[in-house]
């Protein structure tokens, strides 16, 4: 596929205000933009926008019954998204913000894929790029990899540019991005389950849960 997506260099580390503003403009009108997370490059749209998320598992190919994780602006947000448990508490004082999702029973009522049987997956990104957008938006982000569902990928703008071609309005470039998923963890379940492994290994979770129990 040919893409067309409009790339604009930025510094991860300190991202351009006006480069920022301009991502955070495509968003808030419904557009998806790609921009690098803590962990690979994140396919982003207003999370609060059926139409926009919608746009996000076409582009993806994937299916609304899968999950799909939001981006907030902190960990003093969570409480407006979802029931915090004492667990999520200690594993986001640990580890956020940072690459692991929590997945968390919602207060919000919202379809598929944003909430999924009553539960929601959140996550507070460490990137400054990230952090920047929502700084801009009074609305979370989807937070999904930039990738096709079921490929590898989203580690540089050639891999974003062949999978996604034309869909996405604007890829904020930081160059390779080379770490691991985030690891995500349903603190909506007694006992508490690691979904999946990734940045912050099993071990972690485990010694983070460990400590709150005997403290």
Same mark, same amino acid.
């Given at each position: 596929?040919?893409?067309?997506?409009?790339?604009? &260099?930025?510094?991860? #580390?300190? &991202? #351009?205000?006006?480069?920022?503003?301009?991502?955070?403009?495509?968003?808030?009108?419904?557009?998806?933009?790609?921009?690098?997370?803590?962990?690979?490059?994140?396919?982003?749209?207003?999370? %609060?926008? &059926?139409?926009?998320?919608?746009?996000?598992?076409?582009?993806?190919?994937?299916?609304? @019954?899968?999950?799909?994780?939001?981006?907030?602006?902190?960990?003093?947000?969570?409480?407006? /998204?979802?029931?915090?448990?004492?667990?999520?508490?200690?594993?986001?004082?640990? /580890?956020?913000?940072?690459?692991?999702?929590?997945?968390?029973?919602?207060?919000?009522?919202?379809?598929?894929?944003?909430?999924?049987?009553?539960?929601?997956?959140?996550?507070?990104?460490?990137? &400054?790029?990230?952090?920047?957008?929502?700084?801009?938006?009074? /609305?979370?982000?989807?937070?999904?990899?930039?990738?096709?569902?079921?490929?590898?990928?989203?580690?540089?703008?050639?891999?974003?540019?062949?999978?996604?071609?034309?869909?996405?309005?604007?890829?904020?470039?930081?160059?390779?991005?080379?770490?691991?998923?985030?690891?995500?963890? %349903?603190?909506?379940? #007694?006992?508490?389950?690691?979904?999946?492994?990734?940045?912050?290994?099993? @071990?972690?979770?485990?010694?983070?849960?460990?400590?709150?129990?005997?403290?």
């Amino acid at each position: 596929m040919t893409s067309s997506i409009d790339v604009v &260099p930025v510094a991860y #580390d300190s &991202p #351009d205000p006006a480069v920022i503003e301009r991502a955070a403009s495509l968003l808030r009108g419904g557009s998806l933009v790609v921009a690098a997370t803590d962990t690979l490059y994140g396919l982003l749209a207003r999370a %609060d926008d &059926p139409a926009a998320v919608t746009r996000v598992c076409d582009a993806k190919q994937r299916s609304r @019954d899968l999950p799909m994780a939001i981006f907030v602006d902190g960990v003093e947000a969570m409480p407006r /998204f979802a029931e915090v448990t004492p667990e999520a508490s200690a594993l986001a004082s640990r /580890f956020l913000p940072g690459p692991v999702t929590l997945v968390l029973t919602s207060v919000l009522t919202r379809e598929p894929p944003v909430v999924v049987d009553g539960r929601i997956g959140l996550r507070v990104s460490s990137s &400054p790029v990230i952090q920047a957008l929502l700084g801009r938006a009074d /609305f979370p982000l989807t937070a999904t990899s930039a990738n096709l569902t079921g490929q590898g990928g989203g580690e540089t703008v050639r891999d974003v540019s062949a999978a996604l071609g034309s869909r996405v309005s604007l890829l904020l470039d930081c160059g390779r991005l080379t770490s691991a998923p985030s690891t995500v963890v %349903d603190c909506s379940t #007694d006992p508490v389950r690691v979904l999946r492994a990734g940045a912050v290994s099993q @071990d972690e979770i485990a010694t983070a849960l460990k400590d709150i129990c005997c403290e």
